[in-house]
C-alpha cells in the first residue's frame, strides 16, 4: 500500500524490477542471481518495497538508487542486516560507527567482486544459523 513516505507500492520483485532503470536493473538482477545461487533456500520477499532475503532472520537486501525513501543518492545499495558481525576481512563494505547494518554501493556491474559477495553471503548464512531462531 502507497502511503506519503513511499509513494509507490509494488505487489511482487517482478514488478519491482520493472519499474527501475537498465542500468540499476542489470545490477540488481547480477546480485539477486549471487544471493540466490549462494544460498538457495533463502527466502526472497519484498520489504520496504524492495528486495530483502531471508532464512531464519533477516540476512540481506538490495536496495536501488531509484526507489527514493531508501536514501540511495545513485546505484544499488547491497545490505547485510547484522554486517556490523561480518569479519569483512578485505574491508568490502561500509559499517557506519554505531550501525548493525553493513553495505557496499555499487554504479557499475565491474564494481562487484562476486567472490567477496559470495563470501560475504555465505557468513552472513553461517551468523544466521548460529544466531538465528524463529
Same mark, same amino acid.
Given at each position: 500500500?502507497?502511503?506519503?513516505?513511499?509513494?509507490?507500492?509494488?505487489?511482487?520483485?517482478?514488478?519491482?524490477?520493472?519499474?527501475?532503470?537498465?542500468?540499476?536493473?542489470?545490477?540488481?538482477?547480477?546480485?539477486?542471481?549471487?544471493?540466490?545461487?549462494?544460498?538457495?533456500?533463502?527466502? =526472497?520477499?519484498?520489504?520496504? #518495497?524492495? $528486495?530483502?532475503?531471508?532464512?531464519?532472520?533477516?540476512?540481506? !537486501?538490495?536496495?536501488?538508487?531509484? %526507489?527514493?525513501?531508501?536514501?540511495?543518492?545513485?546505484?544499488?545499495?547491497?545490505?547485510?542486516?547484522?554486517?556490523?558481525?561480518?569479519?569483512? =576481512?578485505?574491508?568490502?563494505? #561500509?559499517? $557506519?560507527?554505531?550501525?548493525?547494518?553493513?553495505?557496499?554501493? !555499487?554504479?557499475?556491474?565491474?564494481? %562487484?567482486?562476486?567472490?567477496?559477495?559470495?563470501?560475504?553471503?555465505?557468513?552472513?548464512?553461517?551468523?544466521?544459523?548460529?544466531?538465528?531462531?524463529?
Amino acid at each position: 500500500m502507497a502511503n506519503r513516505f513511499q509513494p509507490i507500492s509494488f505487489t511482487s520483485v517482478q514488478d519491482c524490477l520493472n519499474y527501475i532503470p537498465e542500468h540499476e536493473r542489470e545490477l540488481v538482477v547480477h546480485l539477486r542471481k549471487l544471493i540466490l545461487a549462494t544460498i538457495p533456500e533463502i527466502t =526472497e520477499k519484498l520489504s520496504y #518495497n524492495v $528486495p530483502y532475503y531471508f532464512r531464519n532472520k533477516r540476512l540481506c !537486501f538490495i536496495w536501488p538508487g531509484s %526507489i527514493p525513501w531508501g536514501k540511495v543518492q545513485k546505484g544499488v545499495r547491497l545490505g547485510f542486516a547484522n554486517g556490523h558481525l561480518l569479519q569483512d =576481512e578485505f574491508n568490502y563494505l #561500509n559499517n $557506519p560507527v554505531g550501525k548493525t547494518v553493513a553495505s557496499r554501493v !555499487f554504479n557499475e556491474l565491474h564494481e %562487484i567482486d562476486d567472490e567477496i559477495v559470495i563470501q560475504l553471503l555465505l557468513e552472513a548464512r553461517l551468523l544466521d544459523e548460529t544466531n538465528g531462531q524463529k
